[in-house]
């Protein structure tokens, strides 16, 4: 089984900036690719940002792109989410997500990822 505590969540003004973070432990697969998702209330889940193995390829949904950056850190089996320039509509439930398959691409729908975070709450004011 794997672990995923996700942190860095919080209430912030428009404009602003956070940083979550995730960490996984447990039995990691190897090669597995990690991607960020978010919901908000009375919404689907949907694709934020994701990651190869490498760290050398990542994606981004359009809303998100040019303000958002995706990394990891294999050796301590960290992914992070740089959020920047956060707009009101960025407020949700994040969710760092882990694929058990090994694959060295990128994964970006929720079904094709094995092992969620519970989530961290980011509200971002106007």
């Known amino acids: 089984q794997v672990q995923l505590v996700e942190s860095g969540g919080g209430l912030v003004q428009g404009g602003g900036s956070l940083r979550l973070s995730c960490a996984a432990s447990?039995?990691?697969?190897?090669?597995?690719?990690m991607g960020w998702f978010r919901q908000a209330p009375g919404k689907e889940r949907e694709f934020v940002a994701a990651i190869s193995w490498s760290g050398r390829s990542s994606d981004y949904a359009d809303s998100v792109k040019g303000r958002f950056t995706i990394s990891r850190h294999n050796a301590k089996n960290t992914v992070a989410l740089q959020m920047n320039s956060l707009k009101p509509e960025d407020t949700a439930v994040y969710y760092c997500?882990?694929?058990?398959?090994?694959?060295?691409?990128?994964?970006?729908?929720?079904?094709?990822?094995?092992?969620w975070g519970q989530g961290t709450q980011v509200t971002v004011s106007s």
């Open positions: 997500a882990l694929g058990a398959q090994a694959f060295t691409g990128i994964r970006r729908t929720t079904y094709e990822y094995d092992y």
């Open positions: 447990g039995r990691t697969p190897s090669n597995y690719p």
